[in-house]
């Protein structure tokens, strides 16, 4: 394991909460935060060619309307703060891909706010969070 955090950013509130709290923490342990933003994506398709080619261009419009308006910022924050950092922008189920994520870097821990910008569904499925916190091999700390 390296010494390494993932923290989720999704534009909320709960985000950035949880953001400025990682990155308090990698201050004071010298950790290096991967930032990740996962846009949320079925992996079903039936679509025909035509449909295919114009999801995968509201596919790219989506990660680069992430970039800008959630991870840029964040990044620009974290190198304020002298932060060592990496950013992730992907689709796909936000706990799955996290955690795949986290595997992949081998972080220690990840950081997640307790609400994001989807509160009528978590209500209804279940959040990022209590998933993350049901099925993570590393612990998870939620932001209030």
Known sequence: MSNSVLVAVDGSDGGTRALRYASERAKLNGAKLIVAYVI?????????????????????????????????????????????????????QPPETLLKLANKHGVQQIVVGRRGQSAIKNLLFGSVAGNLIQTSPVPVVVVP
């Open 40 to 92: 949320e994506w079925s992996p079903y398709s039936f679509n025909t060619p035509e449909e295919n080619a114009e999801r995968h261009m509201r596919r790219e419009q989506e990660i680069e309307r992430a970039e800008a308006s959630v991870v840029e910022p964040a990044a620009a924050f974290l190198k304020a703060e002298d932060i060592e950092h990496e950013t992730v922008v992907t689709h796909g």
